[in-house]
Protein backbone atom coordinates (compact mmCIF):
# COMPACT_ATOMS: atom_id res chain seq x y z
CA UNK A 1 0.00 0.00 0.00
CA UNK A 2 1.17 3.36 -1.26
CA UNK A 3 1.20 5.76 1.86
CA UNK A 4 -1.26 8.73 1.83
CA UNK A 5 0.33 12.41 1.59
CA UNK A 6 -2.62 14.26 1.11
CA UNK A 7 -4.69 13.92 3.96
CA UNK A 8 -7.00 15.98 6.38
CA UNK A 9 -7.46 16.65 10.26
CA UNK A 10 -10.67 15.70 11.72
CA UNK A 11 -12.77 16.29 14.69
CA UNK A 12 -13.71 12.77 15.18
CA UNK A 13 -11.55 11.17 18.80
CA UNK A 14 -10.65 7.67 17.44
CA UNK A 15 -10.08 8.83 13.59
CA UNK A 16 -7.75 12.04 13.82
CA UNK A 17 -6.90 11.90 10.05
CA UNK A 18 -7.79 10.26 6.97
CA UNK A 19 -7.01 11.12 3.17
CA UNK A 20 -8.26 14.19 1.40
CA UNK A 21 -10.37 11.90 -0.93
CA UNK A 22 -12.27 9.68 1.49
CA UNK A 23 -15.77 10.65 3.02
CA UNK A 24 -16.95 10.52 6.75
CA UNK A 25 -20.14 9.41 7.44
CA UNK A 26 -22.24 7.99 10.38
CA UNK A 27 -23.01 4.53 10.77
CA UNK A 28 -26.93 5.16 10.79
CA UNK A 29 -25.87 6.55 6.66
CA UNK A 30 -24.36 3.07 5.97
CA UNK A 31 -26.32 0.48 7.83
CA UNK A 32 -30.02 -0.39 9.04
CA UNK A 33 -30.63 -2.46 12.02
CA UNK A 34 -31.64 -5.71 11.76
CA UNK A 35 -34.47 -6.57 14.62
CA UNK A 36 -36.25 -9.54 13.15
CA UNK A 37 -37.33 -11.79 16.36
CA UNK A 38 -36.97 -15.63 15.54
CA UNK A 39 -36.10 -18.77 17.22
CA UNK A 40 -32.89 -21.03 16.66
CA UNK A 41 -35.35 -23.76 15.77
CA UNK A 42 -35.72 -22.10 12.30
CA UNK A 43 -32.20 -20.50 12.48
CA UNK A 44 -29.20 -21.64 13.65
CA UNK A 45 -27.36 -20.04 16.78
CA UNK A 46 -24.14 -18.12 15.98
CA UNK A 47 -21.79 -17.10 18.73
CA UNK A 48 -20.38 -13.81 18.66
CA UNK A 49 -16.66 -13.92 19.18
CA UNK A 50 -12.98 -11.98 19.52
CA UNK A 51 -12.28 -14.29 16.35
CA UNK A 52 -15.69 -13.28 14.38
CA UNK A 53 -19.05 -14.94 14.16
CA UNK A 54 -18.57 -18.58 14.28
CA UNK A 55 -21.65 -21.49 14.50
CA UNK A 56 -22.00 -22.01 17.76
CA UNK A 57 -20.49 -25.46 19.13
CA UNK A 58 -22.63 -28.13 20.07
CA UNK A 59 -21.03 -28.28 23.61
CA UNK A 60 -21.40 -24.50 24.21
CA UNK A 61 -23.64 -22.36 26.79
CA UNK A 62 -27.51 -22.20 25.36
CA UNK A 63 -29.52 -19.32 25.00
CA UNK A 64 -31.89 -19.70 28.37
CA UNK A 65 -34.63 -18.03 25.61
CA UNK A 66 -33.78 -19.69 22.26
CA UNK A 67 -37.32 -18.33 20.47
CA UNK A 68 -36.47 -14.73 21.23
CA UNK A 69 -33.37 -14.31 19.17
CA UNK A 70 -32.51 -11.57 16.23
CA UNK A 71 -32.05 -13.09 12.85
CA UNK A 72 -28.63 -12.45 11.13
CA UNK A 73 -28.12 -13.08 7.19
CA UNK A 74 -24.54 -13.69 5.76
CA UNK A 75 -23.20 -10.58 4.95
CA UNK A 76 -24.53 -8.65 7.99
CA UNK A 77 -22.13 -7.06 10.83
CA UNK A 78 -23.01 -8.46 14.02
CA UNK A 79 -21.49 -6.79 17.31
CA UNK A 80 -21.74 -7.78 21.15
CA UNK A 81 -23.47 -4.64 22.90
CA UNK A 82 -21.49 -5.33 26.48
CA UNK A 83 -18.35 -3.58 26.89
CA UNK A 84 -17.30 -6.44 29.25
CA UNK A 85 -17.50 -8.71 25.35
CA UNK A 86 -15.21 -5.48 23.82
CA UNK A 87 -13.93 -7.00 20.45
CA UNK A 88 -16.61 -9.62 20.08
CA UNK A 89 -17.62 -8.82 16.55
CA UNK A 90 -17.43 -8.88 12.54
CA UNK A 91 -19.38 -9.27 9.07
CA UNK A 92 -21.12 -13.11 9.11
CA UNK A 93 -20.78 -15.54 6.70
CA UNK A 94 -23.58 -17.41 7.65
CA UNK A 95 -27.74 -16.91 8.35
CA UNK A 96 -28.25 -17.78 11.34
CA UNK A 97 -29.44 -16.00 15.38
CA UNK A 98 -27.77 -14.58 17.71
CA UNK A 99 -29.07 -13.58 21.27
CA UNK A 100 -30.80 -10.18 22.01
CA UNK A 101 -27.70 -8.28 23.75
CA UNK A 102 -26.09 -8.60 20.00
CA UNK A 103 -26.47 -5.55 17.39
CA UNK A 104 -27.01 -6.68 14.19
CA UNK A 105 -26.36 -4.55 11.35
CA UNK A 106 -27.09 -4.82 7.31
CA UNK A 107 -24.58 -2.08 5.21
CA UNK A 108 -26.27 -0.43 2.39
CA UNK A 109 -25.07 -0.85 -1.07
CA UNK A 110 -21.39 0.57 -2.30
CA UNK A 111 -19.62 -1.19 0.83
CA UNK A 112 -17.11 -3.69 0.47
CA UNK A 113 -18.68 -6.33 3.32
CA UNK A 114 -14.97 -7.53 3.88
CA UNK A 115 -13.59 -4.10 4.85
CA UNK A 116 -16.57 -3.40 6.99
CA UNK A 117 -15.42 -6.19 8.82
CA UNK A 118 -11.57 -4.81 9.13
CA UNK A 119 -12.70 -1.68 9.74
CA UNK A 120 -15.05 -2.25 12.32
CA UNK A 121 -12.78 -4.89 14.32
CA UNK A 122 -10.12 -2.40 14.52
CA UNK A 123 -9.35 -1.83 18.55
CA UNK A 124 -9.80 1.82 17.93
CA UNK A 125 -13.43 1.56 16.50
CA UNK A 126 -14.00 -0.73 19.52
CA UNK A 127 -12.90 1.49 22.11
CA UNK A 128 -15.16 4.17 20.47
CA UNK A 129 -18.33 2.10 20.17
CA UNK A 130 -17.74 1.35 23.88
CA UNK A 131 -16.89 4.32 24.81
CA UNK A 132 -20.59 5.88 23.55
CA UNK A 133 -22.07 3.23 25.74
CA UNK A 134 -24.30 3.93 29.45
CA UNK A 135 -24.34 1.97 32.41
CA UNK A 136 -24.49 1.96 35.94
CA UNK A 137 -21.73 -0.49 36.76
CA UNK A 138 -18.10 1.07 35.67
CA UNK A 139 -16.79 -2.00 33.76
CA UNK A 140 -19.87 -2.81 32.33
CA UNK A 141 -22.47 -0.94 30.52
CA UNK A 142 -24.05 -1.28 27.17
CA UNK A 143 -23.92 0.33 23.88
CA UNK A 144 -27.11 1.02 22.20
CA UNK A 145 -27.69 1.37 18.41
CA UNK A 146 -29.13 4.33 19.01
CA UNK A 147 -25.72 5.67 20.30
CA UNK A 148 -23.58 4.21 17.89
CA UNK A 149 -25.73 5.01 14.76
CA UNK A 150 -24.26 8.47 15.01
CA UNK A 151 -20.50 7.11 15.17
CA UNK A 152 -18.52 8.61 12.09
CA UNK A 153 -16.60 5.75 9.89
CA UNK A 154 -13.93 5.98 6.85
CA UNK A 155 -15.25 5.43 3.67
CA UNK A 156 -12.83 5.40 0.68
CA UNK A 157 -13.83 5.07 -2.50
CA UNK A 158 -15.47 1.58 -3.82
CA UNK A 159 -12.32 0.68 -5.77
CA UNK A 160 -9.93 1.27 -3.00
CA UNK A 161 -12.25 -0.66 -0.51
CA UNK A 162 -11.64 -3.68 -2.35
CA UNK A 163 -7.89 -3.03 -3.10
CA UNK A 164 -7.27 -2.52 0.87
CA UNK A 165 -8.96 -5.28 1.47
CA UNK A 166 -6.35 -7.34 -1.00
CA UNK A 167 -3.93 -5.57 0.98
CA UNK A 168 -5.03 -6.51 4.44
CA UNK A 169 -6.27 -10.50 3.12
CA UNK A 170 -2.54 -10.62 1.78
CA UNK A 171 -0.81 -10.09 5.34
CA UNK A 172 -3.06 -11.87 7.75
CA UNK A 173 -2.37 -15.06 5.41
CA UNK A 174 1.33 -14.14 5.51
CA UNK A 175 0.89 -13.65 9.58
CA UNK A 176 -1.42 -16.88 10.20
CA UNK A 177 1.09 -18.95 8.03
CA UNK A 178 3.94 -17.81 10.37
CA UNK A 179 1.31 -18.35 13.45
CA UNK A 180 0.96 -22.04 12.21
CA UNK A 181 4.60 -22.34 11.88
CA UNK A 182 5.37 -21.60 15.63
CA UNK A 183 1.92 -23.23 16.59
CA UNK A 184 3.48 -26.28 15.14
CA UNK A 185 6.84 -25.98 16.98
CA UNK A 186 5.26 -25.39 20.26
CA UNK A 187 3.67 -28.28 20.12
CA UNK A 188 6.70 -30.83 18.74
CA UNK A 189 8.02 -28.90 22.14
CA UNK A 190 4.97 -30.07 24.03
CA UNK A 191 4.74 -33.34 22.65
CA UNK A 192 8.55 -33.72 24.17
CA UNK A 193 7.67 -32.05 27.72
CA UNK A 194 5.09 -34.81 28.39
CA UNK A 195 6.64 -37.76 26.71
CA UNK A 196 9.91 -36.67 29.47
CA UNK A 197 7.52 -37.04 32.06
CA UNK A 198 5.67 -40.11 30.78
CA UNK A 199 8.72 -41.95 30.44
CA UNK A 200 10.05 -41.19 33.70
CA UNK A 201 6.88 -42.48 35.59
CA UNK A 202 6.95 -45.57 33.14
CA UNK A 203 10.21 -46.35 32.90
CA UNK A 204 12.56 -45.03 35.66
CA UNK A 205 15.14 -42.80 34.97
CA UNK A 206 17.74 -45.79 34.87
CA UNK A 207 18.86 -47.84 31.49
CA UNK A 208 19.14 -51.53 30.97
CA UNK A 209 17.37 -52.79 34.15
CA UNK A 210 14.92 -55.89 34.05
CA UNK A 211 11.62 -54.79 32.96
CA UNK A 212 8.22 -57.26 33.05
CA UNK A 213 4.84 -56.92 31.71
CA UNK A 214 2.31 -54.08 33.24
CA UNK A 215 -0.68 -56.21 31.97
CA UNK A 216 -2.21 -53.29 30.02
CA UNK A 217 -1.34 -54.42 26.36
CA UNK A 218 -0.42 -50.13 25.41
CA UNK A 219 1.27 -49.21 28.27
CA UNK A 220 3.68 -52.09 27.94
CA UNK A 221 6.40 -53.29 30.41
CA UNK A 222 7.57 -51.50 33.51
CA UNK A 223 10.58 -51.82 35.84
CA UNK A 224 10.25 -55.45 37.16
CA UNK A 225 11.10 -54.29 40.71
CA UNK A 226 7.71 -51.61 40.52
CA UNK A 227 4.22 -52.25 41.68
CA UNK A 228 0.81 -51.78 40.51
CA UNK A 229 -1.59 -50.38 42.74
CA UNK A 230 -5.83 -49.62 41.78
CA UNK A 231 -6.98 -46.04 42.39
CA UNK A 232 -9.70 -47.38 44.39
CA UNK A 233 -6.74 -48.26 47.65
CA UNK A 234 -5.44 -44.95 46.97
CA UNK A 235 -8.40 -42.66 46.32
CA UNK A 236 -11.38 -42.30 49.37
CA UNK A 237 -14.15 -39.60 47.61
CA UNK A 238 -14.86 -36.72 49.97
CA UNK A 239 -17.85 -33.92 49.85
CA UNK A 240 -17.70 -31.61 52.43
CA UNK A 241 -20.37 -28.03 51.21
CA UNK A 242 -21.31 -24.80 53.45
CA UNK A 243 -17.98 -22.35 52.59
CA UNK A 244 -18.81 -20.11 50.60
CA UNK A 245 -16.27 -17.49 52.39
CA UNK A 246 -13.27 -19.89 50.46
CA UNK A 247 -11.86 -18.69 47.40
CA UNK A 248 -12.95 -20.06 44.25
CA UNK A 249 -10.55 -22.66 42.80
CA UNK A 250 -10.68 -23.94 39.03
CA UNK A 251 -9.15 -27.38 37.97
CA UNK A 252 -7.77 -26.60 34.01
CA UNK A 253 -5.29 -29.17 31.53
CA UNK A 254 -2.39 -26.52 31.65
CA UNK A 255 -2.04 -26.72 35.64
CA UNK A 256 -4.24 -27.89 37.53
CA UNK A 257 -5.73 -26.96 40.81
CA UNK A 258 -5.65 -22.98 40.12
CA UNK A 259 -6.95 -20.18 41.96
CA UNK A 260 -10.14 -19.20 39.71
CA UNK A 261 -9.76 -14.99 38.77
CA UNK A 262 -13.30 -14.18 39.84
CA UNK A 263 -12.98 -10.56 38.35
CA UNK A 264 -11.55 -11.72 34.74
CA UNK A 265 -14.22 -11.52 32.13
CA UNK A 266 -12.41 -13.27 29.26
CA UNK A 267 -11.96 -16.72 31.48
CA UNK A 268 -15.05 -16.54 33.03
CA UNK A 269 -17.22 -18.52 30.38
CA UNK A 270 -18.74 -20.63 33.11
CA UNK A 271 -22.04 -19.03 34.88
CA UNK A 272 -21.06 -18.32 39.13
CA UNK A 273 -23.63 -18.40 40.87
CA UNK A 274 -24.71 -15.81 43.89
CA UNK A 275 -25.53 -18.39 46.48
CA UNK A 276 -21.61 -20.75 46.83
CA UNK A 277 -22.86 -22.66 50.02
CA UNK A 278 -23.73 -25.69 47.28
CA UNK A 279 -19.93 -25.77 46.53
CA UNK A 280 -17.02 -28.33 47.44
CA UNK A 281 -14.29 -27.98 49.80
CA UNK A 282 -11.27 -28.27 48.74
CA UNK A 283 -8.01 -28.99 51.30
CA UNK A 284 -4.51 -28.30 50.41
CA UNK A 285 -3.19 -31.87 49.35
CA UNK A 286 -6.78 -33.50 48.08
CA UNK A 287 -7.15 -34.55 44.57
CA UNK A 288 -9.08 -32.68 42.55
CA UNK A 289 -10.93 -33.72 39.06
CA UNK A 290 -13.11 -31.86 36.55
CA UNK A 291 -14.99 -35.08 35.19
CA UNK A 292 -16.37 -33.99 32.15
CA UNK A 293 -12.59 -32.90 31.11
CA UNK A 294 -10.47 -35.47 33.02
CA UNK A 295 -10.15 -37.12 29.57
CA UNK A 296 -8.05 -34.06 28.94
CA UNK A 297 -5.94 -34.34 32.07
CA UNK A 298 -8.26 -31.18 33.68
CA UNK A 299 -7.28 -32.51 37.17
CA UNK A 300 -4.72 -32.45 40.23
CA UNK A 301 -3.79 -32.11 43.54
CA UNK A 302 -4.52 -28.76 45.08
CA UNK A 303 -1.97 -26.52 46.71
CA UNK A 304 -5.04 -24.57 47.97
CA UNK A 305 -7.60 -24.59 49.93
CA UNK A 306 -10.95 -23.05 48.33
CA UNK A 307 -14.59 -24.24 46.55
CA UNK A 308 -14.79 -25.95 43.17
CA UNK A 309 -17.93 -26.95 41.14
CA UNK A 310 -20.70 -29.74 42.69
CA UNK A 311 -20.21 -31.07 39.60
CA UNK A 312 -16.09 -31.99 40.74
CA UNK A 313 -14.85 -35.06 42.19
CA UNK A 314 -12.85 -34.68 45.32
CA UNK A 315 -10.63 -37.45 47.13
CA UNK A 316 -8.40 -37.98 50.03
CA UNK A 317 -5.00 -39.11 48.72
CA UNK A 318 -3.86 -42.37 50.92
CA UNK A 319 0.07 -42.21 49.33
CA UNK A 320 3.10 -40.73 50.85
CA UNK A 321 4.68 -38.70 48.33
CA UNK A 322 1.66 -36.61 46.66
CA UNK A 323 3.99 -34.89 44.61
CA UNK A 324 5.02 -37.66 42.80
CA UNK A 325 1.35 -38.67 42.81
CA UNK A 326 0.38 -35.33 41.18
CA UNK A 327 3.16 -35.27 38.36
CA UNK A 328 2.67 -39.22 37.40
CA UNK A 329 -1.05 -39.19 37.42
CA UNK A 330 -0.91 -35.86 35.18
CA UNK A 331 1.18 -37.44 32.74
CA UNK A 332 -0.19 -38.70 29.77
CA UNK A 333 -0.56 -42.01 30.54
CA UNK A 334 -2.72 -41.41 32.54
CA UNK A 335 -5.24 -38.92 30.74
CA UNK A 336 -5.44 -42.35 28.44
CA UNK A 337 -6.78 -44.43 31.15
CA UNK A 338 -9.03 -41.70 32.13
CA UNK A 339 -10.41 -40.61 28.58
CA UNK A 340 -11.15 -44.85 28.69
CA UNK A 341 -13.02 -44.68 31.84
CA UNK A 342 -15.14 -41.63 30.15
CA UNK A 343 -18.38 -42.18 28.37
CA UNK A 344 -20.82 -39.87 26.62
CA UNK A 345 -22.68 -39.28 22.84
CA UNK A 346 -20.33 -35.66 22.60
CA UNK A 347 -16.62 -35.96 22.88
CA UNK A 348 -16.55 -32.73 24.56
CA UNK A 349 -18.95 -33.76 27.43
CA UNK A 350 -17.82 -37.39 27.87
CA UNK A 351 -18.51 -37.78 31.77
CA UNK A 352 -16.14 -39.80 33.82
CA UNK A 353 -17.15 -42.58 35.59
CA UNK A 354 -16.27 -43.27 39.15
CA UNK A 355 -16.55 -46.98 39.25
CA UNK A 356 -14.30 -47.13 35.88
CA UNK A 357 -11.61 -45.00 36.96
CA UNK A 358 -11.16 -46.33 40.62
CA UNK A 359 -10.04 -49.34 38.80
CA UNK A 360 -7.14 -47.50 36.56
CA UNK A 361 -3.96 -49.22 37.79
CA UNK A 362 -1.20 -46.67 39.29
CA UNK A 363 2.24 -47.56 38.69
CA UNK A 364 4.33 -47.39 42.10
CA UNK A 365 8.31 -47.01 41.98
CA UNK A 366 10.36 -47.73 45.35
CA UNK A 367 10.10 -44.06 47.80
CA UNK A 368 13.79 -43.39 46.90
CA UNK A 369 12.70 -43.60 43.28
CA UNK A 370 10.10 -41.32 43.25
CA UNK A 371 11.74 -38.89 45.08
CA UNK A 372 14.66 -39.22 42.01
CA UNK A 373 11.94 -39.06 39.48
CA UNK A 374 10.71 -35.73 40.85
CA UNK A 375 13.65 -34.40 41.14
CA UNK A 376 14.41 -35.47 37.98
CA UNK A 377 11.17 -33.58 36.65
CA UNK A 378 11.74 -30.82 38.10
CA UNK A 379 15.09 -29.61 36.82
CA UNK A 380 13.79 -30.78 32.92
CA UNK A 381 10.38 -29.38 33.09
CA UNK A 382 12.09 -25.98 32.57
CA UNK A 383 13.80 -26.42 29.91
CA UNK A 384 11.08 -27.44 27.86
CA UNK A 385 8.79 -24.31 29.26
CA UNK A 386 11.96 -22.21 28.34
CA UNK A 387 11.93 -23.18 24.91
CA UNK A 388 7.99 -22.82 24.82
CA UNK A 389 8.16 -19.23 25.77
CA UNK A 390 11.20 -18.33 23.29
CA UNK A 391 9.07 -19.78 20.29
CA UNK A 392 5.75 -17.48 21.94
CA UNK A 393 8.36 -14.49 22.09
CA UNK A 394 9.45 -14.72 18.38
CA UNK A 395 5.88 -15.24 17.22
CA UNK A 396 4.72 -12.23 18.77
CA UNK A 397 8.50 -9.92 17.75
CA UNK A 398 9.03 -9.33 21.27
Same mark, same amino acid.
Given at each position: ?????? *?????????????????????????????????????????????????????????????????????????????????????????????????????????????????????????????????????????????????????????????????????????????????????????????????????????????????????????????????????????????????????????????????????????????????????????????????????????????????????? *??????????????????????????????????????????????? *???????????????????????????????????
Amino acid at each position: MVEYTD *VINTDVVWLPQIPAHWQLQKIGALFTERKTKISDKDYAPLSVTKKGILPQLEHAAKSIDSDNRKLVKAGDFVINSRSDRKGSCGVSKFDGSVSLINLVLTPRSGLNNDYVHYLLRNYKFSEEYYRNGRGIVADLWTTRYSEMRTILLPVPPRAEQDQIVRFLDWKVSKANTLINIKKKEIKSVESLKHSAVSDAVTHGLTADIPMKYSGVKWLGDIPAHWTTIKLRQLLSSVSEKNHPELPLLSVVREQGVIVRDVDDKEANHNYIPDDLSGYKMVKKGQFVMNKMKAWQGSYGISDYTGIVSPAYFIFD *VAFDNLEYFHYAIRSKVYVNFFAQASDGIRVGQWDLQMDKMKEIPFI *VPPADEQIAIVEHIKKTLPKYDEAIEKNKSRGSGT
